[in-house]
């Protein structure tokens, strides 16, 4: 962040004011995790005779374990080992099969070219909860319920990252492949020597974004995952609930909640520059 | 835009697309057309034959009682979620653009609620308003203020509202405060030498120079209300009560999975493929040309 100083920010007075109405902010913001965190620390009964206490318990350990071996349907350790896998294929597959299409029709001039480029246009406009049920009989023909590859592909398939990328392979010097060329090299050679090392951040920024994207997905996995050793956690939280009267068990939701959302804060925090510069970029 | 230097070649740049080509094609076009085609059809009820009925479904839905009513909850919801994401996301990003140092902690602590699923966030929201165990509905009650989202529309609609626009708010501050950052800064401070006082020079100077990125979110949150909030909507009331949450997405769900309504269902698909299709037309054409004042 560049350092500024002049005569519009704010000092003395106006200043703490400031900043107690942004902790504030930030506290009210906090506040449904913060009470997330508090709940899966502390015993059933202690959640069921409301108000429940607003500072951590003791029981940290046993929720976590609980949750962790045993969960409700199914152990949380499974559910985030396919959440896991199922955005991190998301993520390496959709940025894999873009790098390769961009490159192709940003450096080749093939039949069905123009074709293919309203192609990437068209998917772009499409969310899959709006062709949600055909694409789940398709899934379902292919024999692909309760597997990686279900989860994974229908949610690949829009050209998204192929846009990106191609925008972002419009901006690299016609000398480099002029170079590239004139030497006599190979296009894949280009491709593997200059391309993909100038093409680094926006990788690392694209992976950011949609490994979240694929944490966070609920509907698909929702449909698709009917044996719940292949649930993913976000949407097996709601699984955990029991239907009718019977009261949830709130500490073990807790602490999935909490387990299910440290993989994408973690990501989002730790990469928060290329998470800013993704966000822009896809959006653009 | 093209490349002047291009590769020699027909038979790389097409095994290159084949991938991509063959997943769009087996996993978006051909859903994406059967959504169009079984539109016009009903099938019978055992679903082994489907009777043609060119726009029935659709002249069906426009007379549905309550497919209008959807429509008009999904307007409702769409713009109660943008006005309370934006608008709280506007003022902490002006306080943090005010900040010399420290913002970055703020933003760094602001963006956490970005990361969690919406689906996760219903859960956490449900437990906060939660009619048994619920911490500020326990609250409400003392104060004399009987919360109960399950029996009541109002309070059902107000909830999901917010625990939509809750991780909202981190994305809006991030294009907020990067938009605030990049105003000059000489003409904020020629504004103040002229006496402008802060407010005076907030909605005269730096607003107008914000207009583009407000309008960007607008239609940027709009889509996110319509399509990305199915998870905070299944979580806490799954459509209720009486359908006061179904949401046009949350309808196609509930009509094509659980009423089992095929002709139905595609025909709301190919509904929503046209409001999407809208919706991207809008974005293009005026982010395009850069909207000032």
Redesign the interface.
């Known amino acids: 962040?560049?350092?500024?100083?002049?005569?519009?920010?704010?000092r003395g007075m106006g200043?703490w004011l400031?900043?107690g109405?942004?902790i504030t902010?930030?506290l009210i913001?906090?506040f449904?995790?913060w009470?997330?965190f508090v709940?899966s620390t502390v015993t059933q009964p202690e959640?069921?005779s409301?108000?429940?206490p607003?500072l951590p318990g003791s029981h940290f350990w046993d929720n976590y374990k609980t949750a962790l071996v045993s969960g409700v349907n199914v152990p949380v350790a499974t559910m985030l080992m396919n959440s896991l896998i199922m955005a991190i294929g998301i993520a390496v597959g959709k940025i894999?099969?873009?790098l390769?299409?961009a490159?192709?029709?940003?450096?080749?001039?093939?039949?069905?070219?123009t074709i293919?480029f309203w192609?990437i246009f068209?998917?772009?406009?499409?969310?899959v909860?709006?062709?949600?049920?055909?694409?789940f009989?398709?899934?379902a023909g292919f024999g692909m319920l309760n597997s990686y590859s279900g989860l994974i592909?229908?949610l690949?398939?829009?050209?998204t990252a192929?846009f990106l990328f191609r925008q972002f392979f419009?901006t690299i010097p016609?000398e480099l492949?002029?170079a590239a060329?004139v030497d006599g090299a190979q296009?894949?050679r280009?491709f593997i020597d200059i391309v993909l090392p100038m093409s680094r951040t926006n990788i690392a920024a694209l992976f950011v974004i949609l490994f979240?994207y694929g944490?966070?997905?609920?509907?698909w996995p929702?449909?698709i995952t009917t044996d719940p050793e292949m649930n993913t956690i976000?949407?097996g939280?709601?699984q955990m609930f029991p239907s009718g009267d019977d009261?949830a068990e709130?500490p073990v939701?807790?602490a999935t909640?909490i387990l299910?959302?440290i993989p994408?804060?973690i990501?989002?925090?730790s990469m928060?520059k290329l998470?800013?510069r993704g966000?822009?970029d896809s959006?653009k | 835009m093209e490349k002047r230097v291009t590769f020699r070649g027909w038979l790389l740049p097409l095994v290159l697309i084949a991938p991509q080509v063959m997943i769009s094609a087996i996993f978006f076009f051909y859903p994406a057309g059967q959504a169009i085609w079984q539109s016009l059809f009903i099938p019978d009820p055992f679903g082994l034959s489907a009777r043609f009925v060119g726009l029935g479904n659709f002249e069906f839905l426009i007379s549905d009682k309550y497919y209008r009513a959807s429509f008009i909850t999904t307007a409702v919801f769409s713009l109660l979620v943008t006005l309370c994401s934006m608008i709280p996301a506007l003022f902490l990003a002006v306080l943090a653009d005010r900040l010399i140092k420290g913002s970055g902690v703020y933003r760094t602590l602001l963006i956490w609620p970005y990361a969690v699923a919406p689906a996760v966030a219903g859960v956490l929201w449900l437990f906060m308003f939660n009619t048994r165990v619920g911490v500020v509905s326990w609250y409400l009650g003392h104060l004399g203020y009987d919360w109960n989202h399950v029996l009541n529309g109002g309070e059902a609609m107000g909830l999901v509202v917010v625990a939509s626009a809750w991780g909202r708010i981190s994305y809006n501050f991030l294009f907020f405060f990067a938009a605030l950052q990049s105003v000059p800064r000489s003409v904020v401070e020629a504004a103040a030498i002229d006496g402008a006082r802060f407010w005076r020079r907030f909605f005269t100077v730096i607003l107008p120079l914000l207009s583009p990125t407000a309008f960007f979110l607008l239609v940027v949150n709009i889509v996110y209300a319509f399509f990305e909030t199915f998870g905070v909507i299944h979580t806490i009331t799954a459509g209720g009560p009486q359908q006061s949450t179904t949401i046009l997405v949350y309808k196609v769900f509930s009509d094509g999975f659980v009423g089992q309504d095929l002709g139905s269902s595609a025909a709301q698909s190919v509904i929503l493929l046209f409001v999407v299709g809208l919706l991207t037309v809008i974005q293009f054409k005026y982010i395009e040309k850069r909207v000032h004042y």
């Open positions: 962040m560049e350092q500024r100083s002049g005569m519009v920010e704010k200043l400031t900043h109405f942004m902010g930030v913001i906090f449904p995790i009470l997330a709940a959640i069921v409301p108000p429940m607003l894999i099969i873009s390769l299409s490159f192709a029709i940003v450096y080749f001039r093939f039949p069905g070219r293919f192609m068209l998917t772009l406009m499409l969310p909860e709006v062709r949600i049920l055909p694409t009989e398709v899934v592909f229908p690949i398939a829009s050209a192929t419009l016609d492949a002029e060329r296009p894949m280009f979240i944490w966070n997905q609920y509907l929702l449909l976000v949407m939280i709601k009261v709130w939701i807790m909640s299910a959302m994408p804060v990501v989002v925090v928060q998470f800013v966000l822009v959006e």
